[in-house]
């Protein structure tokens, strides 16, 4: 059994062609294949992703703190 991963963009008609690797693991006659698709999601918005995470920890116990004061700490543990 051989196992080979690609990415592919559908087209609009929904017909693939799929071209095998020339190898020893893949021999020429009848075979089953098994296809799933896992669709890629797309990001609609205009604002870049780490964006919405901005300011999310401020109310953390451990990371709500001055960035200086947490560095402090974390050098004192050692």
Do not use: V, Y
């Not at 799933?36 to 901005?54: D, N």
């Amino acid at each position: 059994m051989t196992t080979i991963q690609q990415t592919i963009e559908i087209p609009p008609d929904h017909r693939l062609r799929l071209d095998l690797p020339i190898s020893s693991d893949i021999p020429a006659g009848r075979a089953e294949i098994r296809i799933t698709i896992t669709p890629h999601t797309k990001i609609t918005t205009k604002r870049k992703p780490f964006e919405g995470l901005a300011g999310s920890l401020k109310n953390s116990p451990i990371f709500g703190c001055d960035g200086m004061e947490l560095q402090r700490r974390i050098r004192d543990e050692w």
